[in-house]
């Protein structure tokens, strides 16, 4: 990292980040072009790993491009304004970018991640057995192998 002095260095900072942010980013290799697509997740934390869940329809580009390769990047942000800083204008923002292996979910493995997503997306009151038993949903679970977070704020007066 360039400005290391803007690392995020402690796990619980970059997992606190990640639950405050709605979507993610996934890049995806698509040969000449990465693909980006955004999602709606579910995580959890296990032994001071990010472990990422998302869900999709059974076929797609998304679905072709991880069939092909699994690799993923993952990335959230929080932007917190735009200020000046005396010669020019930047942002004010924290992000976290992270790296895995996309993999599809079975079983109870399903309806925990539809139960996180739903969780997460303040809607823990449906039930994620029948989510998860739908015909037309996939679930995706990416284990973030390599995590790093960045912050830049304003100065305060």
């Known amino acids: 990292m360039r400005k290391s002095e803007r690392e995020i260095r402690e796990l619980q900072d970059i997992f606190a980040l990640v639950g405050r942010c709605q979507t993610v980013r996934m890049g995806l290799y698509d040969g000449e072009y990465p693909y980006v ?16 869940y998302f869900h999709c329809a059974r076929e797609g580009k998304k679905l072709d491009l991880l069939a092909r390769d699994a690799r ?3 990335e959230w942000d ?4 735009y200020v000046e800083t005396g010669h020019s204008v930047t942002a004010d923002y924290e992000s976290v970018i992270a790296f895995g292996t996309a993999a599809r979910c079975e ?51």
């Open 78 to 81: 929080v932007l917190h304004g």
């Open 107 to 157: 079983g109870e493995e399903r309806v925990h991640g539809i139960r996180l997503l739903l969780e997460h997306t303040g809607f823990a009151q449906y039930s994620a057995e029948a989510c998860a038993a739908l015909p037309v949903v996939e679930v995706y679970r990416v284990v973030c192998e390599r995590i790093t977070g960045k912050r830049r704020f304003q100065k305060q007066a």
């Open 37 to 52: 697509v955004p999602l709606s997740f579910g995580y959890e934390e296990k032994e001071d790993t990010l472990v990422v």
């Open 72 to 74: 993923v990047c993952l």
